[in-house]
């Protein structure tokens, strides 16, 4: 049973533009969320994090916003970037647990 | 210098060999990882090791035994391999096993395991 879900396989934008990739979950004991980027034929590298006493962080380009209530969370990009090209997962981890559930991920295609 | 580095990157073999896939960390971190990522895309933990003591051992076929002789590798031994083994096996490693938020996951560049 997936208890992280992306449901949007794809996504393409204009260079410029804001990217919004979304991410739900079903544990409601989930309260750590990170989004990773993945490049092909290399690993998946670390993007941002929120813990569930926040509802948004921010870092440069990047924007997580968290709604525990919708057990959602989203990622903006903006302005989006050629070099955003990528599959981006997002993650979580309950309180007391020691490993992250993915999701399948979302590929994004920014287009110059 | 890579940090997480795995070995080999690409794997063709037949059914029912034995192959290993290496894995090493330069970051000094605590605990590492082994993830699968089948035809779906779907990631997901199969061994975690904290200072070469096992700690999370998802439901995963006894044919695949992890290996740690130290904190800085761990080894993944996959034996009479299976078609449906075919995926691309990801090695990770992170500073603690709790909770945190410092505890981010770093991996390798995967290992592409083809099993014909």
């Known amino acids: 049973d997936q208890q992280v879900k992306q449901n949007s396989p794809s996504l393409s934008v204009q260079e410029g533009r804001i990217s919004i990739l979304n991410c739900d979950y079903t544990?409601?004991?989930?309260?750590?969320f990170l989004w990773y980027k993945k490049y092909p034929a290399e690993g998946p590298t670390f993007l941002i994090s929120?813990?569930?006493?926040?509802d948004k962080n921010e870092d440069g380009r990047f924007t997580v916003f968290l709604n525990k209530s919708a057990k959602h969370l989203s990622l903006h990009i903006v302005p989006s970037q050629p070099g955003d090209s990528a599959v981006y997962f997002c993650?979580?981890?309950?309180?007391?647990?020691?490993?992250?559930?993915f999701g399948t991920g979302t590929s994004l295609t920014v287009i110059p | 210098d890579t940090a997480v580095s795995q070995t080999p990157k690409y794997l063709v073999t037949q059914m029912g060999n034995d192959k290993s896939i290496k894995c090493e960390q330069n970051?000094?971190?605590?605990?590492m990882y082994w993830y699968k990522q089948d035809s779906k895309k779907f990631l997901k933990i199969m061994f975690s090791?904290?200072?070469?003591?096992?700690?999370i051992n998802e439901t995963v076929p006894n044919r695949f035994s992890p290996k740690s002789p130290d904190k800085a590798h761990l080894n993944l031994h996959i034996n009479s391999l299976e078609l449906g083994d075919s995926a691309v096996y990801f090695c990770?490693?992170?500073?603690?096993?709790?909770?945190?938020?410092?505890?981010?996951?770093?991996f390798g560049a995967g290992s592409r395991l083809t099993v014909l």
């Open positions: 090791y904290n200072n070469k003591e096992l700690i």
């Open positions: 993650a979580a981890s309950e309180v007391t647990g020691n490993q992250f559930y």
């Open positions: 929120i813990s569930s006493i926040k």
């Open positions: 970051l000094g971190h605590d605990t």
């Open positions: 990770a490693s992170s500073q603690g096993t709790g909770h945190s938020g410092a505890n981010v996951l770093t």
């Open positions: 544990n409601s004991m989930f309260d750590y």
